[in-house]
């Protein structure tokens, strides 16, 4: 690098002792305005409740600055991808007049999804190669500076790592956490990381999740699952690691942070408030219920593994209640799902333009998906990391480029108001709008058709007027009991009552396409449920401020005028909460297994014959598929 770039280099890492975001300058009230396009978004990022100032959104969104304090813009947009040094000496330009750093500045390199394969390590080497230039100037320049990988380490599959045991899956062994902590370490910064669902996959070395999490915790010198780590002044990182595996009470593959970090989180949240200047940002391996960032729909959605803690509904919410309460909390990233960071909304703001849909009430809290360095794990080839940086009056977030040279975009910008109060804008268009439109995720919104099938509504909501559903039908309802349920691309979903995240499927495409559904009264006014199998009323007794009318929902075949009825579960749910345990179907497959063998052995049949004969049975299961479709 030449002489110059690295003095520059030096000014830009030093931080901001007035705003932290280059190519930009603070209006009268505080709102950035935007040097880019009139179709680039600004988002007002304000307590619950307040009114964003229309006059300032105007000047955020349609620009009326040119450059820093009246100079020219910049060449270089940083809002584009260019090579890290036009990046950084376009950024430096447009801070050489704010001073120095403080002990405020910080810089944070996050890795998404590593799945490391020890056969395959030449993306995470070239990875390495574009952030070890960052991290170098970043530690000479303030030295406030970490690595924090959001977990998920090793691959899921044999990668021929242990000759005794080809079948082992190399996720969650000893040798896959040693690696992962070479590799970590090798970013010669101080790193954290927190588990993911794959973290405490080492079934056949490990009999427990506690002996697994030990190995871990040990690998990458963790006193425990969690972490706090205090990274500038008054500026915390703080990571929540999934703890559950073996013991988890559905798919393996859900995110579970354990009740003992929760209460730790919400302690340390308590004793780091807003109003005494305390910055929050939280890393965990899938996003909170309530996040509203991009999701996949046919696999983490319906198979119940989307967001923290999925199925424990309680648990679920508590996360985005804890935002929602702590104000401290600016920004939050998360990985799980492999999806780029080129999606505009794979960054949400607290809240969001009024012709979206309802106040999503996040706080101040911005949420970030974050993608994979390895392409072979990618969903939508893209490999990307992200780059965070700020100090006292806001924060940047930036993508890292792992496809092209390591170039560096500029995603999006915050800047604090005063301790509750944020100002964010989007600094560039969704770059994959038209592009994989199937993962953006359905999300009820005021525009879409809707019925609210309450207490004082009507005996009968025919939901869809009596036309069969297509994969166009778009239509959502909340029943009497709170419950949310919808129509997307086919499939019948039930979203979350407060945040109206979706949460699980309840009919797949193949069992509701052409079919209609209604919404009915079920149950008597004062409570009272028939036994029919005694021929005898039972009274229930009622709370004192029961106001819902026990429903039914129905589904209505035409063709043959057959009538489903959709049973909630036992705690009214009505997602299909199936998917097994991951011990729970490797011990089943391996059963079969031995039931082929058996036929091979003791009844002389052919192998494509013993596989075909064997069958199994179960309670309320009917397969070992790990999909609910």
């Known amino acids: 690098m030449r002489a110059s770039s690295k003095r520059l280099w030096a000014l830009l890492l030093a931080g901001w002792n007035a705003a932290p975001t280059m190519g930009f300058s603070l209006g009268s009230h505080g709102a950035f305005l935007s040097n880019r396009p009139a179709s680039r978004t600004a988002h007002f990022l304000a307590q619950n409740g307040d009114k964003e100032d229309?006059?300032?959104?105007?000047?955020?969104v349609n620009g009326q600055t040119n450059g820093v304090n009246g100079k020219p813009k910049p060449k270089t947009d940083r809002s584009e991808f260019v090579t890290a040094d036009q990046w950084l000496d376009a950024a430096v330009e447009s801070t050489m007049d704010q001073g120095g750093f403080d002990e405020s500045s910080f810089l944070v390199g996050i890795l998404g999804d590593l799945h490391i394969d020890p056969r395959k390590m030449e993306d995470y080497e070239q990875g390495r190669h574009h952030w070890m230039p960052i991290f170098e100037r970043a530690t000479s320049a303030h030295g406030n500076v970490a690595l924090v990988s959001l977990g998920d380490l090793g691959e899921s599959k044999n990668c021929d790592h242990n000759p005794d045991n080809p079948s082992e899956l190399f996720a969650g062994t000893t040798l896959c956490h040693e690696i992962a902590a070479d590799f970590l370490s090798s970013f010669q910064v101080p790193y954290e990381v927190i588990g993911g669902n794959h973290d405490l996959e080492g079934i056949d070395e490990f009999k427990t999740d506690a002996q697994n999490l030990q190995v871990f915790m040990k690998a990458h010198g963790k006193p425990t699952a969690h972490f706090c780590r205090e990274i500038a002044d008054k500026t915390l990182l703080v990571g929540l690691g999934s703890t559950i595996f073996r013991e988890a009470p559905y798919t393996s593959h859900e995110v579970i942070v354990d009740q003992d970090q929760i209460d730790w989180f919400q302690q340390l949240l308590q004793d780091k408030p807003a109003d005494e200047g305390w910055k929050i940002f939280v890393f965990t391996h899938a996003p909170p219920n309530g996040s509203g960032l991009r999701v996949l729909q046919e696999n983490h959605v319906v198979n119940g593994c989307c967001w923290l803690n999925h199925s424990n509904e309680k648990q679920c919410r508590t996360f985005i209640e804890l935002?929602?309460?702590?104000?401290?909390?600016?920004?939050?990233?998360?990985?799980?799902?492999?999806?780029?960071?080129?999606?505009?909304?794979?960054?949400?703001?607290?809240?969001?333009?009024?012709?979206e849909g309802p106040y999503p009430n996040r706080g101040s809290c911005v949420f970030a998906q974050t993608s994979v360095m390895r392409g072979g794990t990618s969903r939508d080839g893209r490999q990307q990391s992200r780059l965070l940086r700020g100090n006292k009056d806001g924060f940047e977030i930036c993508t890292v480029d792992h496809q092209n040279g390591g170039r560096i975009r500029l995603d999006a910008t915050i800047t604090y108001k005063d301790t509750g109060h944020e100002v964010g804008i989007y600094m560039h268009d969704d770059e994959a709008y038209d592009h994989d439109k199937y993962f953006k995720v359905y999300q009820p919104t005021e525009g879409d058709q809707s019925y609210f099938c309450g207490p004082e509504s009507?005996?009968?909501?025919?939901?869809?007027?009596?036309?069969?559903?297509?994969?166009?039908?778009?239509?959502?309802?909340?029943?009497?009991?709170?419950?949310?349920?919808?129509?997307?691309?086919?499939?019948?979903?039930?979203?979350?009552?407060?945040?109206?995240?979706?949460?699980?499927l309840v009919l797949s495409a193949d069992e509701l396409l052409g079919k209609s559904i209604a919404v009915v009264d079920s149950g008597l006014d004062d409570c009272i449920v028939t036994d029919e199998d005694d021929n005898a009323m039972e009274a229930v007794e009622c709370d004192d401020y029961y106001n819902e009318r026990e429903q039914a929902v129905l589904v209505h075949n035409p063709d043959t005028d057959t009538i489903m009825v959709v049973q909630p579960n036992e705690d009214g749910s009505y997602w299909r909460k199936i998917v097994r345990n991951k011990i729970a179907r490797m011990k089943e497959k391996r059963r079969e297994k031995a039931a082929v063998q058996y036929g091979l052995e003791r009844l002389c049949l052919s192998p494509d014959v013993a596989k075909e004969r064997v069958v199994s049975t179960w309670g309320p299961y009917t397969t070992t598929s790990g999909n609910a479709l």
């Open 458 to 504: 009507e005996e009968e909501c025919s939901i869809t007027d009596d036309e069969p559903v297509s994969m166009d039908t778009r239509v959502w309802w909340r029943l009497s009991s709170g419950r949310v349920l919808g129509v997307m691309n086919g499939m019948l979903l039930e979203y979350d009552s407060s945040t109206l995240a979706p949460l699980g």
């Open 323 to 355: 935002v929602r309460e702590y104000r401290a909390i600016k920004g939050w990233f998360s990985g799980h799902f492999h999806l780029g960071q080129d999606y505009q909304d794979s960054i949400t703001f607290p809240t969001i333009p009024r012709e």
């Open 54 to 60: 229309p006059k300032q959104e105007k000047a955020a």
